[in-house]
């Protein structure tokens, strides 16, 4: 849960409670879209910002220094968060075919969605989890690749070629499906 912090108004004396909430709003909307882009279903987006907001407040509350660029910092964790969720997703899958019992998914209800975006989702839903984790920072989250690879702990040119085998992958399946 977040803190409140008591701030006295510059006129009147007053005192409001603020929030003392580690993303602003645009560091909010991009942790939304790696998460979603991640393959996230929408129902579990808040509960994957609040995950965020929280492995940023331990990281503060343990002492460590805050992340240079906490919004890169957010973008990685969020998408390591929708790795996680795929891996659940997967265990969960193999323990309902080892019971017998077929598992349906749950599809976003209400929202227009193109040929296209359907298209690209699935094609990111097949790629390799460390494939697809690059590929959304980097187009999605519009990290550099140098960026990247420092959040990652990987060289530049594993984000690279982890990149070009990924685009190729999401190109060919575009191709194949007759969207592109």
Do not use: C
Request: no cysteine.
């Amino acid at each position: 849960m977040l803190r409140r912090k008591a701030r006295r108004d510059q006129g009147g004396g007053a005192v409001q409670d603020v929030l003392d909430d580690p993303l602003d709003a645009a560091q909010e909307r991009r942790v939304r879209a790696v998460l979603a882009l991640g393959g996230v279903p929408q129902a579990d987006l808040p509960d994957g910002v609040q995950q965020v907001r929280l492995r940023l407040l331990e990281r503060a509350a343990s002492g460590r220094e805050a992340p240079r660029d906490v919004s890169a910092w957010a973008a990685v964790v969020a998408s390591n968060l929708a790795m996680d969720w795929h891996r659940a997703k997967k265990r969960q899958e193999r323990l309902g075919e080892r019971l017998a019992s077929l598992h349906e998914p749950v599809h976003p209800s209400g929202e227009d969605t193109s040929l296209l975006s359907l298209a690209v989702a699935q094609g990111l839903d097949e790629l390799p989890d460390y494939q697809r984790q690059v590929l959304v920072l980097r187009f999605f989250a519009d990290l550099p690749v140098r960026g990247i690879a420092e959040e990652l702990g990987i060289p530049e040119g594993t984000v690279k070629s982890r990149l070009h085998t990924a685009v190729r992958a999401l190109r060919a399946r575009l191709h194949e499906d007759e969207v592109v």
